[in-house]
């Protein structure tokens, strides 16, 4: 008898294993689909909480999601106007940037050579290639300007997701109505989920506009792009920050000198150092953090999977499944190894 349980739960994980990996295969296949469809529910579930405020005062539905529409389309329009133009003009410039960083690699080898240290240029860009990081930023940002020629599917989504999303929780009580526990985690769920989308939202926009300024104070061209990449980065903890610092680094510092480039850094280290690790803890709660580990594994995962934005959504849709778990009893402990840290329980018990 043993020994039929133990062949059954042997299947059973074959099973599961061939069906994630048919799920991940079909995913990537899916990619230019699936990746707009996300964006559209990331939109969404941010806006949704002004949707939810404008009906609580009375205002009409139709009023007030015409009023949250006009304010997407609006923030919309604003970031193809300031991004459209100096993502040409980035792109453009590209291979101008890469050529001199390539002369600051050859010159850093010399100065190697003249100490004792001999090594090749192509021996040193074998290993650290700062043209690489440069590349990495022009893949992220063409893909922004991919999306923008998706804009009318995304923006048509989120209009309808916004209309469901009105009478999504009568629909749900018509269907467990009976059961109040399916009703209340899915109300902790929804809870969690919100809140932490709109508060990572303002945290990723308060320092994507500080570094904006920061940049600009200090002449490094294209603030608005790199404002905008640490605005999508900020989702990533740890790395994120480091992703979306390196270019503006270097940019900086083949443009303006050493010093300058010591003060950008200065800049992106101040910016999240406060936003990060003392505005955004105080709101957000400890319980919705995740390990590093998971956070690296997310971004090579979802990256790989979704493409370049990808990674941006890999924490979002990371903590996502961790919220879910967090919601019933029989899944917490996935949760609670997901998370960092500590063993205290994820912020469940704070909108309880």
Sequence with gaps: MNEISRQKQSSQILITIAAFVVVVAGMRAA??????????????????PLLFWLRRKKIPMGISLVLVIAGILGIGLLIGVLVGTSL?????????????????????????????????????????DPGAAMGLASTMLASI??????????????????????????????????????????????ANINRYMVIKTWMSL??????????????????????????????????????????????????????????VAVGYIAFNVIIGNVIEPRFMGRGLGLSTLIVFLSLIFWGWVLGPLGMV????????????????EETMWISTL?????????AREETE
Excluded: C
Excluded at 38 to 45: N, V
Excluded at 97 to 116: F, H
Excluded at 156 to 184: C, D, H, N, R, W
Excluded at 319 to 326: F, G, H, N, P, V
């Design 206 to 263: 308060g320092t994507g506009v500080l570094v904006t300024i920061w940049l600009a104070i200090l002449g490094v061209d294209y603030p608005v792009l790199w404002g905008l990449l640490v605005f999508m980065f900020n989702y990533v903890p740890n790395i994120g920050s480091i992703i979306a610092a390196v270019p503006a680094i270097l940019l900086a510092f083949i443009q303006l000198g050493t010093m300058t480039a010591i003060l």
């Design 31 to 48: 990619q230019s689909l699936i990746v707009p469809f996300l964006l559209s529910i990331f939109i969404a579930i941010i806006s949704s």
């Design 313 to 328: 959504l890999s924490i979002p849709l990371t903590m996502t499944l961790k919220i879910a778990l967090s919601s019933r």
């Design 88 to 128: 040409n003009d980035f792109s453009q410039n590209l291979p101008l940037y890469q050529e001199r960083l390539q002369e600051a690699v050859s010159e850093v080898s010399n100065l190697l050579g003249k100490i004792g240290l001999p090594l090749s240029d192509k021996m040193f860009l074998k290993y650290v």
């Design 145 to 190: 300007g991919n999306m923008l020629s998706n804009a009318f599917l995304i923006f048509l989504t989120v209009i309808f997701i916004l209309l469901e999303a009105a009478s999504f929780p009568a629909k749900l009580y018509s269907a467990f109505g009976s059961s109040k526990m399916s009703m209340k985690n899915f109300d902790n769920f929804t």
């Design 338 to 346: 997901l998370g960092s840290g500590s063993l205290q329980q994820p």
